[in-house]
């Protein structure tokens, strides 16, 4: 739709929090009270979902399953320095562009003009997509803050009136909001402007509770007691001060392993074969050789 001042309404996924949880729990992903509050007033505010906190702690797999527990298509941007409007919004097909000047060479410029910057010649890219799309839609523009601040200039029409202004072609106006998250690992500071248009989520790693259970729903076959040992290795992991600190995605990793390994229970001579699962510096490693003292993690006699 071409237009300007249409009416758009919120997406409507959900009725309730726990509905939320609910629906994502059906998915894979078990949602804290915190994060299916606020996913849920997104949705029934209508409003972009901006999502802080460590990397590996489940930012993009929150936008991954809203889509899917929603039935959605997912749209995504991804973030990254240079990244410019050409890659964010549309561009023109100029190859085909320069096709249709070719073939008619005895059209004006006006004539050939008004064929070639038409819809038969434009690339959409993710945001003019998600603005299009009739279909339910979650579009995730992920690690925001790895793009420069001009991009943000970019975002500020399609989140603040969920529109793109295409020059030749006039507003595109969404007809169908979709729902909007943005994830960033806060290597910078993202504007206030920006901050203004979102509701704001911060993720941080999952309490020792939350994360056995991410981990019996995720591992197959694991006990409550190797569930309960992974969990509280690398609880003591992330208290200390490595280069990077282990994710939710390495302790199941991790976990995985371990069952592969054959091992039910953990010591010594298997953290130590397996700590490159979930470290990756050898400074990391040789750091955590000499400071976990696993009997003392693990509540052992």
């Given amino acids: 739709m071409v237009?300007?001042?249409?009416?758009?309404?919120?997406?409507?996924?959900?009725?309730?929090?726990?509905?939320?949880?609910?629906?994502?729990?059906?998915?894979?992903?078990?949602?804290?009270?915190?994060?299916?509050?606020?996913?849920?007033?997104?949705?029934?505010?209508?409003?972009?979902?901006?999502?802080?906190?460590?990397?590996?702690?489940?930012?993009?797999?929150?936008?991954?399953?809203?889509?899917?527990?929603?039935g959605s298509g997912?749209?995504?941007?991804?973030?990254?320095?240079?990244?410019?409007?050409?890659?964010?919004?549309?561009?023109?097909?100029?190859?085909?562009?320069l096709l249709r000047i070719t073939a008619g060479r005895d059209e004006s410029w006006d004539e050939a003009r008004n064929d070639i910057f038409s819809e038969e010649f434009l690339l959409p890219r993710p945001l003019l997509t998600a603005i299009r799309r009739?279909?339910?839609?979650?579009?995730?523009?992920?690690?925001?803050?790895?793009?420069?601040?001009?991009?943000e200039g970019l975002l500020l029409e399609v989140l603040g009136d969920f529109q793109v202004t295409v020059p030749e072609l006039g507003t595109i106006?969404?007809?169908?909001?979709?729902f909007v998250v943005l994830t960033s690992n806060a290597t910078r500071e993202l504007s206030e402007a920006l901050r203004r248009r979102c509701l704001f989520l911060h993720i941080d790693f999952p309490d020792p509770e939350l994360e056995r259970a991410i981990v019996r729903l995720k591992v197959d076959g694991i006990d409550d007691?190797?569930?309960?040992?992974?969990?509280?290795?690398?609880?003591?992991?992330?208290?200390?001060?490595?280069?990077?600190?282990?994710?939710?995605?390495?302790?199941?990793?991790?976990?995985?392993?371990?069952?592969?390994?054959?091992?039910?229970?953990?010591?010594?001579?298997?953290?130590?074969?397996?700590?490159?699962?979930?470290?990756?510096?050898?400074?990391?490693v040789t750091k955590a050789g000499k400071q976990l003292q696993l009997d003392r993690v693990l509540g052992a006699p």
């Fill in 3 to 70: 237009g300007m001042g249409a009416h758009v309404s919120g997406t409507g996924f959900f009725a309730s929090v726990d509905e939320v949880s609910e629906r994502l729990a059906d998915v894979g992903y078990l949602a804290s009270t915190a994060v299916a509050t606020t996913v849920f007033l997104a949705d029934r505010l209508g409003k972009p979902l901006l999502v802080e906190g460590p990397a590996g702690v489940g930012k993009t797999e929150l936008a991954k399953a809203v889509a899917a527990a929603t």
């Fill in 74 to 97: 997912l749209v995504r941007l991804q973030c990254y320095e240079g990244v410019d409007e050409s890659r964010a919004l549309y561009e023109w097909n100029h190859a085909k562009q």
């Fill in 134 to 151: 009739t279909e339910p839609t979650v579009l995730l523009i992920d690690e925001t803050d790895k793009a420069d601040v001009e991009v």
């Fill in 173 to 178: 106006v969404a007809t169908r909001q979709p």
């Fill in 225 to 284: 007691v190797l569930a309960d040992s992974v969990v509280r290795v690398i609880t003591a992991l992330r208290a200390m001060e490595l280069r990077k600190v282990p994710s939710v995605a390495e302790t199941i990793d991790w976990a995985r392993t371990l069952l592969a390994l054959g091992a039910d229970t953990l010591d010594e001579a298997v953290v130590t074969a397996s700590l490159g699962v979930i470290l990756k510096h050898q400074d990391d």
